[in-house]
């Protein structure tokens, strides 16, 4: 059983930063063949594409709305996938969803795993 937990979620002021962890848990993990990916997802809103990074950390993605501010990284040895968070706005509030799957992309249904989600409040 694969688990995947969230952590650094929490309030924060406009032009803040937060930066958010996901590990990774479980005998069938394999750190070094899985892609890793952030999503969030707003009140009233889809789940939206934040980031995403290859096994190797050699091909990163971010979304156009954090592209400058928000980077992804890994560390292999720690299964642990990294969103740093500069600059945040408002408009940044949502739920964010850590996901890991045999390969990356944009899309919530190219991940197999999930983690339960972590809440960043960014205030005015």
């Known amino acids: 059983q694969v688990q995947l937990v969230e952590s650094g979620g929490g309030l924060v002021q406009a032009g803040g930063s937060l930066r958010l962890s996901c590990a990774a848990s479980?005998?069938?993990?394999?750190?070094?063949?899985?892609?890793w990916g952030w999503f969030r997802q707003a009140p009233g809103k889809e789940r939206e594409f934040v980031a995403t990074?290859?096994?190797?950390?050699?091909?990163?993605y971010v979304a156009g709305s954090v592209k400058g501010r928000f980077t992804i990284s890994r560390d292999n040895a720690k299964n642990t996938v990294y969103l740093q968070m500069n600059s945040l706005n408002p408009e940044d509030t949502a739920v964010y969803y850590c996901?890991?799957?045999?390969?990356?992309?944009?899309?919530?249904?190219?991940?197999?795993?999930w983690g339960q989600g972590t809440q960043v409040t960014v205030s005015s």
């Open positions: 479980g005998r069938t993990f394999n750190s070094y063949t899985m892609g």
């Open positions: 990074i290859s096994w190797s950390g050699s091909s990163t």
């Open positions: 996901a890991a799957g045999d390969t990356i992309g944009r899309t919530p249904d190219t991940y197999k795993y």
